[in-house]
Each structure stands twice: as C-alpha cells, then as structure tokens.
C-alpha cells in the first residue's frame, strides 16, 4: 500500500508539472496565422438562423452541434494579451467576451475574429478553474488548418481509432471489447461527438484507454499496474476534458476490464472499487493540483472559486442555482483612479433597482453600494471585510484576495470577477 501511495503521489507531482510547461510553451506559439485560420471558416462553423441548408441532415447537424463550448475553446487558443505573458494566460486563460454578466461565445467569437485588435466594447473574463489541456493540440492545429479542417481532422482520427480497436480486439480474440465499446457509442449522440471540438474529446481518451488495455492488459494484470494505469486515466481526463462526461472515460474501460479479466464476483467488487477510487483520485488530484499552482505562484484565488462554484452547482435558493441566475455582479471602473476597484453587487431585482446600483459608484478602494432589490441599499466599507444585511438576516462577505470580491445579500450569492480590467473606455 505504502509504495502504492508513493507511486501516485509521484505520478501526480509529475503531471502536474509536465502539464503546466507543456501549456506555457504552447502559449509561446504565434496566435496570429491561429487567428487567420480561425477567420477563415468561422461563419461556416457558428452559422445561425437562414444561413443553415435547408436540408434535414444540415438541420440535424447544426441543431445538435456543441458550438458554444467549442468557440470558446477555440477563442482560448487565439486569445493573446501583449501585456500578459505566457505562464499567466497559461494559469489564467484570459477570455474576451462581448457580455459582462453572462457569456456569449459565439458572437463574442465572431466578433473576435473581425476586430481582434480593438476590444474595447468586449469585457476580459477568466477561466482559471479549469486545465485547458486541449490547447496542446487545438494551438498548433489551428497554426496549420482552418476551425472547419481540425473539426474534420478530429473526425477522421475518432473513426481511424474506432477501427483500431475493432480490429485489436478480434486479433485478440475478444470481440466483446469491440461491442461493449462501439456499442456505447450509440448511446452518446455519435453524430455530435464525431463533430465536435468539445465532445470528441473523452471519446478519444476512451479510444486510447480501451486500445492500451488490448495490447497491453497481461503486463498490467500480472504486474498489478492497473491502479496505476486509472489514475493516469483520470489525469488525463482532467487534464483535457473541458468538463462534458468524464465519467465514460472509467465505465467503458472498467467494462472492458471484466471482459479481459474473469475472475469471481467478489474479486470483481473489489478491483471494481480500487480502480474507481484510482481513476476518482488522478481526476480530482490533477484538478486540484491547478488550483494549488495558480494559487500558489499568481494568487488567482482559484481554490475558493472553484469550491464556491462547486457550492454554486450544487445549492439553490428559492427553486434558482447560486450560480447561474441567482445574481449578478456588475462589474465597473471609475475613472482617474489607477488600481483595484470593488463592484457594484445587486440581486436580480427590476431594472431600476440594478440602475441605481451602477449609479452609486464609489471610485474608491474601500468598494461600491450593494443593493437588494428595492428593500435597502448596504454600503461596503472594508478592504478585508464586506457586511450586506437586510432587516431579516446578515451575510459577511469576505474578500478573499486582492483580485476578487465576494458579496451575497439577500439570499443569493453572487459572482466573483477579476478587476484588474474592466470594460475599455
């Protein structure tokens, strides 16, 4: 057990720090032929409305195409701030959008792409919570081929793999891999995963994992590797997967396992368990491991964003999610005042009552008016502490590091943004 522990602290020590020069040096690549490309095919790639065949399959396509997620992947990869350097949009993954409150990938892609230049009616958010993995391969594909070409790239290697593992399998004399895999497929909307930047990717991982069980499952068995080869996987799924179906990358190869691997049932139960475990320690570590290096070394605060998002996803008031719809934080900077400046937090209230909070600016350090609604309005005072009450409860509001604010009232919680850059003047 003892070298079992050592193995996996090594193996994600090393991850972690293979992971994160592996990101800095791909964000060292030129993003302007990146850009180029990108502008080449992007009307192809977000068409909307009229501009979509009339056809039923082109209908089918375009209906059920990841393109939100996809364009913001593909607007990481082009992102580039000159004031910034690699490491920092590597911990970071600054990100452009033409909305402050909610995101809008697709317009705010398009744009992008026709004045990348002049961003000055787009606001800069971040996406730190997350490894971006995915750029290793979507930068340097991007240098070379148009979005539409990678898209088609992509397809081409996820039905290449599918092949190989079919034919892996019946030269191994066990079908039933090529079933228990290939049959799954059906079951995860094939046609959006074949085409999509965002959803082909735990399929690959899959691929990947069920065809190194094939051709190397007697070493593993026999060695006692398996925990070792989950928890890679789990890493690996951390690592690149932008939070779609993780889970499928332990389930079909678990799967597959038992199809390699008779054994009886208790003996099942418990490897079942321990690879679970291996794979659940690999996804959560290298995650975790993101958060503690970008905290560590730029203080982001991403550990506590991350688990006030995992609150946020987790929790509802009043029948809405903390985080998606329970409030709004404006974000606003004042004028003639260099530095940091503290928001303007409102619940969703009426039109007038969010109006009047954005009027009430302070330009100072020590932050701006809250206000609940139409019930009272709260001032925020403190650099370290921010206090936003209603006759009917009391919430302290923490201000965790010098980049975010924290504030809730009136029973919702509110969003923390980076400050340091606001909407151009």
Known sequence: MAKKIRNFAAILAVSAVVGTILLVLVFLLPVGPMRKNVEKSVGDMLKTGDEIPEDAFSQYLWKNRETYTDAIMVQNAIERLSDKNAYEHAMWMYHYDLEEDVWTPEDSLKSFCESHENVNNMYLHIYARYWHGYLLYLKPLLLLFSWQHVVWLELAVQIALMIWVLVTAIQKQNAGVAVVTLGSFLFMKPVLVLVSLTMSVCWILTLLAVEYMLLHHDRLHEKGQYPEFFLIVGILTSYFDFLTYPIVTLGIPLCCYFLLERDRLWNNIKRLTGFSVSWAIGYAGMWAAKWVIADLT????????????????????????????????????????????????????????????????????????????????????????????????????????????????????????????????
């Open 298 to 425: 730029l203080h982001t605060g991403t550990i506590k964003d991350a688990i006030w998002s995992i609150i946020g996803r987790t929790e509802a008031i009043g029948g809405r999610p903390r985080m998606n719809g329970g409030g709004l934080c404006h974000r606003t900077e004042s004028s003639g005042i260099s530095g940091l400046y503290w928001n303007c937090c409102r619940s969703a209230g009426s039109d007038s009552d969010r109006n009047a909070c954005d009027d009430n600016r302070h330009g100072q350090m020590e932050g701006n008016i809250c206000t609940a609604g139409s019930r009272s309005t709260y001032s925020c005072n403190s650099l370290r502490l921010d206090h936003c009450s209603t006759t009917s409860f009391s919430i302290a509001c923490e201000i965790y590091l010098p980049n975010f604010k924290c504030c809730s009232g009136c029973g919702y919680h509110f969003y923390r943004f980076d400050v340091k850059q606001a909407k151009k003047q």
